[in-house]
């Protein structure tokens, strides 16, 4: 899937409508919860921090170059992988990861 700013209007408006849905699904799925979701800026625009010695230096730029970039993320609390996995289906055809978010409690 091209990055977002190299889709035309009618393009990104189809986007759009897939998340929507996607979000209205999560809603209407029992035990589904968005507990947050953003868009992220490129990687150009990140600031890296790196402790090394004890001396932290700020970087600009990205921790790793990369020929991919993550565009954004939705965190999830859902009853499984399958359930997450059913749902992601729905989204418009970028490729996704999906992680598990340990339980410090």
Known sequence: MPLWDQLDAEEQEAGMAK???FDKECANRAGVEIVSAEALDDGSMATTLRTRGGEMTVTDGPFAEATEQIGGYYLLDAPDLDTVID???????????????????
Request: glycine share 4%.
């Open 87 to 105: 749902l992601c289906r729905m989204l418009p055809a970028y490729d996704i990861e999906i992680r598990p978010v340990p339980d410090m409690g």
């Open 19 to 21: 998340h929507a849905e």
